[in-house]
């Protein structure tokens, strides 16, 4: 009796053992799951990828303006420091280095001051289309942004994610914002 007891407490021992051993290897594969897609939205972002981009940030209306914008998000770096991940959500520790949105926009700023009191744009101002103020506008965003003038900045981030029909999705973050987001809205908000 005694050796029945043994050999049963060592078979539930090692059905333990390797239970235990599956649901760490099944934890693994969603945070592997969880940095892949992470890293996928990041590189979309990095290579400018306008169908990522408008996943997450309503480029609006302005095609030029958009493709700008997402043409300096090559500046992009990141690295995942770490993830952990709890049944459907996920939390990404990642240090991200991005456009120094606050300086684009001191350079933008600077740039229209300069720009709008210049002889030449106060003989045009009057006779001038929204096109093509839009146009000139969008003009100095470019030479900014194309300068390298504008530089980046590091910041540690934490991003939430979540398994949504079998796939792992930004959630809640304001990661896409701080990327593109915040520097395209005060644009906007300039440029009206």
Same mark, same amino acid.
Not at 161 to 171: P, Q, R, V
């Given at each position: 009796?005694?050796?029945?007891?043994?050999?049963?407490?060592?078979?539930?021992?090692?059905?333990?053992?390797?239970?235990?051993?599956?649901?760490?290897?099944?934890?693994?594969?969603?945070?592997?799951?969880?940095?892949? %897609?992470?890293?996928?939205?990041? $590189?979309?972002?990095?290579?400018?990828? =306008?169908?990522?981009? +408008? &996943? !997450?940030?309503? /480029?609006?209306?302005?095609?030029?303006?958009?493709?700008?914008?997402?043409?300096?998000?090559?500046?992009?770096?990141?690295?995942?420091?770490?993830?952990?991940?709890?049944?459907?959500?996920?939390?990404?520790?990642?240090?991200?280095?991005?456009?120094?949105?606050?300086?684009?926009?001191?350079?933008?700023?600077?740039?229209?001051? %300069?720009?709008?009191?210049?002889? $030449?744009?106060?003989?045009?101002?009057? =006779?001038?289309?929204? +096109? &093509? !103020?839009?146009? /000139?506008?969008?003009?100095?965003?470019?030479?900014?942004?194309?300068?390298?003038?504008?530089?980046?900045?590091?910041?540690?981030?934490?991003?939430?994610?979540?398994?949504?029909?079998?796939?792992?999705?930004?959630?809640?973050?304001?990661?896409?914002?701080?990327?593109?987001?915040?520097?395209?809205?005060?644009?906007?908000?300039?440029?009206?």
């Amino acid at each position: 009796m005694r050796k029945t007891l043994k050999i049963l407490a060592v078979a539930m021992a090692a059905v333990s053992v390797l239970a235990l051993a599956a649901c760490g290897g099944n934890d693994e594969e969603k945070v592997q799951q969880a940095t892949q %897609a992470f890293e996928t939205v990041m $590189d979309g972002f990095k290579s400018g990828d =306008t169908a990522v981009i +408008e &996943e !997450y940030v309503d /480029l609006g209306d302005d095609p030029e303006l958009g493709s700008a914008l997402a043409a300096s998000l090559g500046n992009i770096a990141y690295e995942v420091k770490s993830v952990t991940v709890s049944g459907n959500t996920a939390t990404v520790n990642a240090s991200i280095t991005s456009i120094d949105s606050s300086r684009l926009m001191q350079k933008y700023i600077e740039n229209v001051a %300069a720009l709008v009191s210049s002889p $030449d744009y106060q003989s045009k101002v009057g =006779t001038m289309t929204k +096109e &093509e !103020y839009d146009a /000139l506008m969008n003009a100095q965003l470019i030479s900014i942004l194309s300068s390298g003038e504008v530089g980046t900045v590091t910041t540690d981030e934490t991003i939430e994610m979540t398994k949504e029909d079998g796939e792992w999705k930004l959630s809640g973050s304001s990661l896409p914002d701080k990327l593109i987001g915040n520097t395209l809205s005060a644009i906007k908000q300039i440029k009206q």
